[in-house]
């Protein structure tokens, strides 16, 4: 089994949790405008729990929490200081931890109705330029259609750098699993492997019953691809030059949010998922190949300080 690392969790509701300026529709932004301090006291809060990668809090630095004016003042240099800031903490704490760019959706959470191609192109260019320099790994967070994928495949097809993509499932448990739009697992991820350098494919903003069948329709992605492989290269004589491809997951700690939420009218209800309940779920995805996991909305550093101290005890 492959080695684990560990994520951080959900930077939104940790500022909130940690007394920060929070409100919609900024978001996580609200800290970087008014009180940046706070975003280096939770990613550090993160740090300290054992997190091996933390993610910039570019997450809202997009115009449908900025809006459309202060987006075009400061956008850029709201995404470029969310990944300073992360750099900096990563400087300060002198761990070895790694600063991942963040890719949000463009145009709100699990809003797949909402999406538009160019405009999405257009806006994610800019966070990834601005925050590219600063960082070591990309992620492109809460993906809820096929569409929203491909566009993010063009955006980060130039980059050098490990690119994963982590899709938002449907929070209906059933077999198979599909993301927001509605659209299968399956579809969205051969789509991506068939259009773009892929180093990890996630799950996450989703609670965390749904993401165990997501992982298994993957891991049935992944073997035919390695099947499929393998038959070419005995046809051709060639070698095989493809990566391999990290499983992850990255779960909330929402109730079940149904298909006509709209996001930005209200807070999403939480529920109260302790670090031992988080850990039962980590420990399935784990065994069923995931090998790096954090958590996203809701999840604090005591849940990171729960999958580290039981990622140490498995080695």
Not at 186 to 199: C, Q, V, W, Y
Not at 231 to 237: D, I, L, W
């Amino acid at each position: 089994m492959k080695n684990l690392t560990i994520l951080d969790g959900g930077m939104g509701r940790e500022l909130k949790r940690i007394g920060a300026p929070f409100s919609q529709p900024l978001w996580s932004a609200q800290a970087l405008i008014e009180a940046p301090h706070y975003v280096t006291q939770a990613h550090q809060g993160f740090i300290d729990a054992g997190a091996e990668i933390i993610i910039a809090n570019s997450y809202a630095c997009v115009p449908f929490h900025l809006g459309e004016t202060r987006y075009q003042q400061q956008g850029y240099a709201l995404a470029e200081q969310a990944a300073v800031i992360a750099k900096d903490v990563v400087k300060s704490s002198k761990r070895d931890v790694l600063v991942a760019g963040s890719l949000p959706p463009a145009f709100g959470s699990y809003r797949p109705d909402l999406f538009e191609s160019k405009r999405a192109f257009e806006i994610l260019s800019t966070l990834f330029n601005a925050q590219d320099q600063h960082v070591d790994l990309w992620f492109a967070e809460t993906i809820s259609s096929v569409e929203e994928a491909l566009v993010i495949v063009k955006v980060l097809k130039g980059s050098t750098k490990p690119c994963h993509y982590a899709f938002t499932l449907s929070d209906q448990v059933g077999e198979p699993a599909r993301l927001r739009s509605g659209e299968l697992v399956t579809t969205a991820i051969e789509a991506i492997l068939r259009e773009g350098n892929i180093d990890g494919i996630f799950f996450n903003c989703s609670i965390p019953e749904v993401i165990e069948q997501a992982i298994r329709d993957t891991n049935k992605v992944l073997i035919e691809r390695v099947i499929n492989d393998a038959e070419h290269k005995e046809k051709t004589n060639t070698e095989d030059s493809k990566q391999q491809i990290s499983i992850g997951a990255f779960a909330n700690s929402f109730v079940p949010i149904s298909a006509t939420h709209k996001a930005n009218e209200a807070v999403q209800g939480s529920r109260d998922l302790s670090p031992a309940e988080y850990l039962q779920f980590a420990k399935k995805w784990h065994s069923l190949g995931a090998n790096i996991i954090g958590g996203c909305c809701g999840i604090g550093p005591a849940h990171i300080e729960a999958l580290v101290d039981w990622r140490d005890s498995l080695s």
